[in-house]
Structures are given as C-alpha cells and as structure tokens.
C-alpha cells in the first residue's frame, strides 16, 4: 500500500522556514528538560556540571554543522559574523537578545498568569529564578574565569554580567571591605508600569530568591539582605536595593 500522506519535505518554502524556527524551539525546549531531569535526579550541582559538559560539546557540534549548511566561516568556534562585527551593532545585539530573554520571561509568566491567577504565576515565577539565578551565576564564573569563593568584587564583577546588566541601569555603592549595597536605579518592567500610571510590580519574593541564590552561586560565603523591593516604599532613585556581606571566617 502506498503512503500518500504528506511529510516535511513535501512542503512550501514558507511552511519549512517556520518548522526550521520550531526544531529550533524544540532543541532549547528538549535542553532544558535535561538539565530540569538530571537536576531532579542528581541535584543542582551535578546538574550545573553535566551542563557545562554537555554545552561545550554541544554548541561546538551544532556551530560546524550549521557552518557547513549556512556556508558561513568560524573563528575558533564562534561564527566569523559575530567576531568581526563592529562594536556599535554587537552592543545592539547583545541589548536585543536581552530584552528578548526579559520578554521571555514575561510570556511566560502571563501565560500563567491568565490561566491560573497571579498567586500560581509567582510560585511559579519564584522557583524559576531559584534554578536560573543559580545557572546564570555559574555561567558567569565560568565566562569570566572566577575562582571558587571571588568575594564580593567578584559578585559586583558579575553582577555587570548579568542579562539584567544590559537592560537595566544598576549601581553599587561601597559600604567597607565586607559588604556593598546594590541598587537596581531604572528597571525596565517597572518603568514600563510607571508609564502606563500603573502600581509597581511586587517582586520582593522573587528578588529574594534571585539575588540570594544568584551571591551564594558565586561565593557560598555572601549573604544577602534585601534593603528595599516592591511593595516596599522605595525612593525615587532605586526600585530595588540589595546589601550583599560576606563572613571571611567561613
């Protein structure tokens, strides 16, 4: 018997141009179940481990792969239109991708939201950010060659290496050689809600969890104290405020 029934090489330019995007979405989907498997099985830091494996072999397979289809050159590993790109367009880039993860975020937060209510959306939103500040953290280390306990100026170092740090403008404020306080000065979320005339955004249960996983990611020795977050009052000049301390005698 034959089989007539259409498959993905029958169809349009169109039509396979949106299934590329989609096993584009499939791979970063099937990735993070993963790490969500493997953390639940083993914990976090086996699973922040076989990240780091996995990632290194992975994205190297994936760039020549798709270097020999695309016929695009690679500079150790990277695409050569990234590395010779001037300054001005891969600063754009880099703030375009981060507000493209900030939206992300704030999709997906909605699509909860509007489904099962704002309490489910933060519980949600609350545990999300207890997984990624932890990734993000670890990310960050690895980037900028951290050692294991960098202290606080290597927090404050990769504080300005966060997604936040390209979209937000941020500030730190020197308190002695065991604490510093963080100011979060213009965030975009709340800005945007300051526009419409809206209340401000109450992400205090959130940023607790993302900034005290995110200084113990870095240094277990860092604690953090939250000075101010909506629905705190705050004054003009920040929306949030962190004090980050660290006990050298740990």
Same mark, same amino acid.
């Given at each position: 018997?034959?089989?007539?029934?259409?498959?993905?090489?029958?169809?349009?330019? !169109?039509?396979?141009?949106?299934?590329?995007?989609?096993?584009?979405?499939?791979?970063?989907?099937?990735?993070?179940?993963?790490?969500?498997?493997?953390?639940?099985?083993?914990?976090?830091?086996?699973?922040?481990?076989?990240?780091?494996?996995?990632?290194?072999?992975?994205?190297?397979?994936?760039?020549?792969?798709?270097?020999?289809?695309?016929?695009?050159?690679?500079?150790? @590993?990277?695409?050569?239109?990234?590395?010779?790109?001037?300054?001005?367009?891969?600063?754009?880039?880099?703030?375009?991708?981060? !507000?493209?993860?900030?939206?992300?975020? @704030?999709?997906?937060?909605?699509?909860?939201?509007?489904?099962?209510?704002?309490?489910?959306?933060?519980?949600?939103?609350?545990?999300?950010?207890?997984?990624?500040?932890?990734?993000?953290?670890?990310?960050?280390?690895?980037?900028?060659?951290?050692?294991?306990?960098?202290?606080?100026?290597?927090?404050?170092?990769?504080?300005?290496?966060?997604?936040?740090?390209?979209?937000?403008?941020?500030?730190?404020?020197?308190?002695?050689?065991?604490?510093?306080?963080?100011?979060?000065?213009?965030?975009?979320?709340?800005?945007?809600?300051?526009?419409?005339?809206?209340?401000?955004?109450?992400?205090?249960?959130?940023?607790?969890?993302?900034?005290?996983?995110?200084?113990?990611?870095?240094?277990?020795?860092?604690?953090?104290?939250?000075?101010?977050?909506?629905?705190?009052?705050?004054?003009?000049?920040?929306?949030?405020?962190?004090?980050?301390?660290?006990?050298?005698?740990?």
């Amino acid at each position: 018997m034959v089989n007539n029934e259409k498959n993905v090489f029958d169809l349009g330019q !169109k039509d396979k141009s949106r299934f590329i995007v989609d096993m584009f979405n499939r791979i970063i989907v099937h990735y993070a179940l993963w790490f969500t498997e493997v953390k639940h099985q083993m914990g976090m830091e086996k699973a922040l481990q076989a990240l780091e494996t996995a990632t290194g072999k992975s994205l190297s397979i994936q760039m020549k792969r798709l270097s020999q289809v695309l016929d695009f050159e690679l500079k150790d @590993g990277l695409p050569a239109s990234f590395v010779d790109m001037d300054e001005e367009t891969q600063s754009a880039l880099m703030g375009a991708v981060a !507000k493209n993860w900030l939206v992300n975020d @704030g999709v997906w937060f909605q699509a909860v939201e509007f489904d099962r209510g704002m309490i489910d959306a933060k519980r949600c939103n609350d545990s999300c950010w207890a997984q990624f500040s932890p990734y993000e953290a670890r990310a960050i280390k690895n980037f900028l060659n951290l050692s294991e306990t960098p202290g606080l100026e290597g927090l404050k170092q990769a504080l300005n290496f966060r997604m936040y740090a390209m979209i937000n403008q941020q500030s730190v404020i020197d308190e002695g050689p065991d604490s510093f306080v963080f100011q979060m000065n213009d965030c975009r979320v709340q800005s945007a809600r300051k526009r419409k005339n809206l209340m401000d955004y109450p992400c205090k249960s959130g940023g607790v969890v993302e900034y005290t996983y995110f200084a113990r990611a870095i240094d277990s020795r860092i604690t953090t104290e939250c000075i101010g977050c909506p629905p705190d009052e705050h004054p003009e000049e920040w929306y949030c405020a962190w004090r980050f301390s660290i006990d050298r005698k740990l």
